[in-house]
């Protein structure tokens, strides 16, 4: 089984910055994309902010184009993936999952989310 522990959540005021990060260990063969969503109220689905690839391809939704990197550090047995965060605004105020994707098993693992509010 593969962990994603996320961290770097918080309340910032907009025009702000923010990083998340999300280690996924354990059982990590064959996780070919990692990235991150969000979900901006309970009941809405969570929406793509942006996805990192093992062959290097980086895909970003455009509400974050320009202002969010997304980065990836494969070490020995974790994989780190970073979420830099810029110009935050408070429309990105949301709970940000981590996701991993296992071209093996074609299975999706989420992490527990963390709370990002920005203010006005």
């Known amino acids: 089984q593969v962990q994603l522990v996320e961290s770097g959540g918080g309340l910032v005021q907009a025009g702000g910055s923010l990083r998340l990060s999300c280690v996924a260990s354990?059982?990590?063969?064959?996780?070919?994309?990692m990235g991150w969503y969000r979900r901006q109220a309970p009941g809405q689905l969570r929406e793509l902010v942006a996805t990192t690839h093992e062959d290097g391809r980086k895909n970003y939704a455009d509400f974050v184009k320009g202002r969010f990197i997304i980065s990836r550090d494969n070490a020995g047995n974790a994989i780190t993936v970073s979420l830099q965060m810029n110009g935050l605004k408070p429309e990105d105020t949301a709970v940000y999952y981590c996701?991993?994707?296992?071209?093996?098993?074609?299975?999706?693992?989420w992490g527990q989310g963390t709370q990002v509010t920005v203010s006005s």
């Open positions: 354990g059982n990590i063969f064959g996780i070919n994309s």
């Open positions: 996701n991993a994707h296992n071209i093996l098993t074609t299975s999706n693992t």
